[in-house]
Nanobody, 119 residues
Framework: QVQLVESGGGLVQSGGSLRLSCAASGRTFSNYNMGWFRQAPGKEREFVATISQGGGGTNYADSVKGRFTISRDNAKNTVYLQMNSLKPEDTAVYYC????????????WGQGTQVTVSS
């Protein structure tokens, strides 16, 4: 079992920045690929970014490329999402998730943190 707790959400104006954190506990953090997802009201949850076990491999949704950066600190069991140039359409609940690299499905999820971007 892996427990994930997100933090860092809040209200920000359009063009502003936020950094989300996701603290992991339980199993060995560095065994897992980590991902960020988001769900806006009335919409399905969507992929935002993912990072490999060691942090050398990252991937982003087209909608956030160039604005968001995913990173991790395995010594602190934490994954981050730096969000810059925020837009109102980035408003959503943001979730972090963990999976083994050889699996396609994310098995462990946090409770989410709300990000609201005002215009």
């Amino acid at each position: 079992q892996v427990q994930l707790v997100e933090s860092g959400g809040g209200l920000v104006q359009s063009g502003g920045s936020l950094r989300l954190s996701c603290a992991a506990s339980g199993r060995t953090f560095s065994n897992y690929n980590m991902g960020w997802f988001r769900q806006a009201p009335g919409k399905e949850r969507e992929f935002v970014a993912t990072i490999s076990q060691g942090g050398g491999g990252t991937n982003y949704a087209d909608s956030v490329k160039g604005r968001f950066t995913i990173s991790r600190d395995n010594a602190k069991n934490t994954v981050y999402l730096q969000m810059n140039s925020l837009k109102p359409e980035d408003t959503a609940v943001y979730y972090c998730a963990a999976k083994f690299p050889f699996l396609t499905k994310y098995d462990y999820w946090g409770q989410g943190t709300q990000v609201t971007v005002s215009s």
